[in-house]
């Protein structure tokens, strides 16, 4: 059984588009965060979920939009996509802020 | 505000020869420091973490690593390196609730045969 689950896994789309990342855990988990992963393999905090509420609100456009439905749920909407999002877009999920992030594999963004 | 360094791009040992993968973190509070490792289009798996207790923290795989508070270093540790360790390593530190966790840029270790 996966933990984490994002789909699609890859995703390629035109600038200007509209697009949404979805993300599942069935960890029973509290929190939920989405990360982005560049180029270079740098990682960086997006936002972050406890509960179905916003916690965490990184320095991101306005265009990124997270949705959190449940507790199980964390989806990405990004509105007008831009070279720059290209990226891997990670979920995560973790049950109190001292245990370890389980990961999804991860969301390939590619904007052309 | 926490902050990590890995100050090694790449790390490169023989098959068989101990390894060690360098951390150093900045915290204002007490840390929770985590190592995590990512295969080729993976995401990141868990390795070990320091919270209390212990300095020297087991983790899977047969990874160690040492919590130095006076050096402000967490540095991950293998005995015998083996060729399927071959990854990217990434070292993370939070120092309190609702922070985010934050990751160093990632150590590539390269293990040969």
């Known amino acids: 059984d996966t933990a984490v689950s994002q789909t699609p896994k890859y995703l390629v789309t035109q600038m200007g588009n509209d697009k949404s990342i979805k993300c599942e855990q069935n960890?029973?988990?509290?929190?939920m965060y989405w990360y982005k992963q560049d180029s270079k393999k740098f990682l960086k905090i997006m936002f972050s979920?406890?509960?179905?509420?916003?916690?965490i609100n990184e320095t991101v456009p306005n265009r990124f939009s997270p949705k959190s439905p449940d507790k199980a749920h964390l989806n990405l909407h990004i509105n007008s996509l831009e070279l720059g999002d290209s990226a891997v877009y990670f979920c995560?999920?973790?049950?109190?802020?001292?245990?370890?992030?389980?990961f999804g594999n991860g969301t390939r963004l590619t904007v052309t | 505000a926490q902050s990590v360094a890995q100050p090694e791009d790449q790390v490169n040992v023989a098959e068989g020869n101990p390894l060690t993968v360098k951390c150093t973190y900045s915290?204002?509070?007490?840390?929770?420091l985590f190592w995590y490792v990512q295969y080729p289009n993976r995401g990141l798996q868990f390795l070990l973490k320091?919270?209390?207790?212990?300095?020297l923290v087991k983790g899977s795989y047969g990874f160690e690593a040492e919590f130095n508070k006076s050096q402000t270093s967490f540095h991950l540790k293998k005995p015998s390196a083996l060729v399927s360790d071959s990854a990217l390593y990434f070292c993370?530190?939070?120092?309190?609730?609702?922070?985010?966790?934050?990751f160093g840029k990632g150590t590539r270790l390269s293990v040969i045969a």
């Open positions: 995560a999920s973790s049950q109190v802020e001292s245990s370890p992030l389980h």
């Open positions: 960890l029973g988990h509290d929190t």
């Open positions: 979920y406890n509960n179905k509420e916003l916690i």
């Open positions: 915290v204002s509070g007490n840390p929770y």
């Open positions: 320091y919270i209390t207790g212990d300095n």
């Open positions: 993370a530190v939070r120092d309190s609730e609702n922070t985010p966790l934050v």
